[in-house]
């Protein structure tokens, strides 16, 4: 797997406001997308990898996300910020592509042959994969939400704009989510103690 | 004891969101490697909308608008025309209906007279419909004016009205914009020896376009709902 340096290309930091640059990017302009995609593609290749889970699917649904955004950025009218357009077509274009693939990733979750994980002692190993599994059984609108969430920081705002719901609804999946997952540890005899979230 | 509880749960969660944070953690973000495939796509995006071979004359922009201009005016006066017959022809038969009809058919006709520009899309709407349902379904090419001919001929008219004051309805102007895009897939997907079949994932992209963007229903809508050229 290759991986490039972050610093391979650093964003133009220049006077442009963002207005500007989504002026210049609807008309074209390469070096007003490149500067728009440095400063989000973090975010949304992350969201559609947590999602995913599959490089090469997170890749093309990031791609697809940009394109999407360029080809549209004139309907842009500003009631939100950038990011916020963004990050919803983003949601979007992983939601949508998720259902496309159906790729239901299948894990080996046979705890016998999991490995120790250097340094840790076993409970900790099992409590990862039994943790994975649980966020990987999770109903998709619970999961998407814990993840972006609690995983990946963004605001119920943000979640709520990208799969087109309410900040409530946002936050009460979210609670919904967090209260499955304990209880499907629980059903295991786990519980989180500050040691196993270091 | 209600705190102590608040605070144990609020621990409670982040632990939860501290250890899943090891789901799917992201590798680093190979961005060089995606934007070249983005920048070759938004190439390729720039270069797919073709530049329509010369014009013949009489669709130059010189000759184009008053001959626009000229249609519209006999398009307005045989409107005004054909309102006036409306309006004398019942008292020819009975009295009564002239009574009936004067008053209220006047302001009526008057102020639902269709604007020209707005009628002149609307055979152009039609054929550019006739044409993706066409494409869609998987029709063969027919002799004659190609697919291909005719989907750069309707891409000239959407642009001519585009820049006409047929724009000015912001639901028509979305729709000319949508179908600028999806004709000029058109172009793409049946430009070629073996037009229809040849290229799988351009049909692809063109019909997740036309789905995505409810293009035909938009279409139907805008034909049923706009002014009608019969009688005309």
Redesign the interface.
């Known amino acids: 797997?290759?991986?490039?340096p972050?610093t391979?290309?650093q964003p133009k930091r220049t006077a442009l406001t963002e207005r500007q640059l989504i002026n210049r990017a609807s008309k074209?302009d390469?070096a007003a997308?490149?500067a728009i995609?440095?400063t989000h593609?973090?975010r949304v290749?992350?969201m559609a990898?947590?999602?995913?889970?599959d490089?090469a699917l997170?890749?093309d649904l990031?791609?697809e996300t940009?394109?999407r955004a360029?080809?549209n950025l004139d309907r842009f009218r500003g009631d939100a910020s950038l990011s916020t357009w963004l990050y919803a077509i983003g949601m979007r274009t992983v939601l949508s592509g998720l259902r496309k693939v159906r790729r239901l990733r299948e894990r080996e979750t046979d705890l016998e042959m999991a490995p120790e994980l250097p340094g840790r002692p076993r409970r900790d190993a099992e409590?990862?994969l039994l943790?994975?599994e649980a966020?990987d059984a999770l109903p998709e609108d619970m999961r998407v939400v814990?993840?972006m969430h609690?995983?990946e920081g963004f605001k119920h705002r943000e979640i709520a704009d990208g799969l087109g719901i309410t900040d409530g609804t946002s936050k009460s999946r979210l609670h919904r989510a967090?209260a499955w997952?304990?209880d499907y540890l629980a059903r295991y005899g786990f519980?989180?103690?500050?040691e196993?979230?270091? | 004891m209600n705190d102590h509880r608040h605070d144990e749960n609020n621990r409670w969660e982040r632990n939860l969101a501290e250890a899943a944070k090891g789901f799917n953690e992201p590798p680093e973000t190979p961005r060089e490697r995606m934007w070249d495939r983005i920048a070759a796509a938004r190439q390729e995006q720039h270069e797919a909308v073709p530049t329509p071979a010369p014009a013949p004359w009489w669709t130059r922009r010189q000759v184009l608008w008053p001959a626009a201009v000229a249609a519209a005016l006999v398009i307005g006066l045989g409107l005004g025309r054909l309102g006036r017959q409306d309006l004398a022809a019942p008292s020819l038969v009975d009295g009564s209906a002239t009574v009936a009809m004067a008053p209220t058919s006047v302001p009526e006709e008057t102020s639902q007279r269709p604007d020209p520009y707005q009628l002149a899309a609307q055979p152009v709407l039609a054929r550019t419909e006739t044409l993706l349902m066409q494409v869609k379904s998987g029709a063969d090419d027919p002799g004659g004016e190609s697919f291909s001919q005719r989907a750069v001929g309707l891409l000239g008219q959407t642009r001519l009205l585009l820049n006409s004051p047929a724009a000015e309805d912001p639901a028509l102007k979305q729709l000319l914009e949508d179908l600028e895009i999806a004709l000029a897939r058109t172009v793409r997907v049946t430009a070629g020896p073996h037009p229809v079949a040849q290229n799988d994932s351009e049909r692809q992209t063109l019909e997740d376009g036309l789905v995505r963007k409810a293009i035909l229903p938009r279409l139907r809508e805008q034909l049923t709902s706009g002014p009608t050229t019969v009688g005309l």
């Open positions: 797997m290759d991986r490039e972050r391979g290309h074209g390469p997308e490149r995609y440095d593609v973090d290749f992350r990898y947590r999602m995913t889970g490089e997170a890749e990031t791609q940009f394109l360029f080809g409590l990862r943790l994975d966020i814990f993840l609690d995983v967090r997952l304990r519980e989180f103690t500050e196993d979230a270091s």
